[in-house]
């Protein structure tokens, strides 16, 4: 047999296994008896006196938003700045360190006699 044909017959039996994940599948017992798919409902929650919130006004007084300053925000992008040249530089180092066994290759390829 040569390689063509194992391949196909590997790749039919792959695809003719894999299509059974597209079809509904049929209940074990004729007559069993039909259960809903979603979860049941309880229609007296549904009239339920909802409780109170357990947050008031009071939880977010502590809470206080404003504009930074414009030193603030050159500091903050001053800081930003240094973590993304930071992530750049290990990303391009990481980047580097997988690339060199194909470097490496490719030197050989081109300098070897």
């Given amino acids: 047999m040569s390689a063509k044909n194992t391949i196909r017959i590997v790749f039919l039996i792959a695809a003719a296994l894999s299509c059974s994940g597209f079809v509904i599948?049929?209940?074990?017992?004729?007559?069993?008896?039909?259960?809903?798919?979603?979860?049941?409902?309880?229609?007296?929650?549904?009239?339920?006196?909802?409780?109170?919130?357990?947050?008031t006004d009071e939880d977010f007084a502590a809470i206080s938003s404003r504009d930074m300053t414009r030193e603030e925000m050159l500091d903050l992008n001053a800081q930003n700045e240094e973590i993304m040249n930071a992530e750049l530089g290990m990303m391009t180092g990481f980047s580097l360190a997988l690339s060199a066994p194909l470097f490496y290759l490719c030197w050989v390829a081109f300098h070897s006699d």
């Avoid at 017992?29 to 339920?48: E, G, R």
Wanted: charge should be positive; proline fraction near 13%; aromatic fraction near 12%.
């Fill in 25 to 55: 599948p049929q209940q074990a017992k004729a007559f069993a008896p039909v259960k809903p798919s979603s979860p049941s409902f309880d229609k007296s929650a549904a009239f339920a006196k909802k409780e109170k919130s357990k947050y």
